[in-house]
């Protein structure tokens, strides 16, 4: 998985790209409303702060645009050596198309109990 930040002029924006299912599997969070990603970051957020991606998945060519917010950090230094990152919840502006995306690649392995960045 790789994360890069837009220019300054457009620093809201993060560019995510996904090319693992096993990745994809560890960052989905299914059990938010609207569902929503596990972001790995040293960069500094507030819990609420809204922010815009450019989701690549898989070998696709065309980046799939997401609004959300952030709704949890793990910091730098967390316990049990958990990635540093923030959770960002889609909003519901693109109808679930982000989700149903996800969810189509992730058929079969969201019932598994193997665990993720989140839980």
Do not use: C
Not at 26 to 40: E, S
Not at 45 to 70: H, Q, S
Not at 79 to 100: C, H, K, P, T, W
């Amino acid at each position: 998985m790789s994360v890069t930040n837009a220019p300054a002029a457009r620093q809201g924006i993060l560019s995510l790209t996904i090319k693992d299912k096993n990745a994809l599997y560890a960052a989905y969070m299914q059990y938010v409303k609207n569902g929503g990603l596990f972001i790995p970051t040293n960069k500094k957020y507030n819990l609420g702060d809204e922010v815009f991606m450019l989701l690549t998945l898989m070998e696709e060519t065309e980046r799939i645009p997401v609004a959300g917010k952030i709704i949890w950090i793990t910091p730098v230094g967390a316990e049990g050596n958990r990635a540093a990152g923030i959770g960002v919840q889609f909003s519901d502006q693109d109808g679930g198309m982000a989700r149903n995306k996800i969810e189509g690649y992730l058929a079969g392995a969201l019932k598994s109990d193997r665990p993720t960045h989140t839980m």
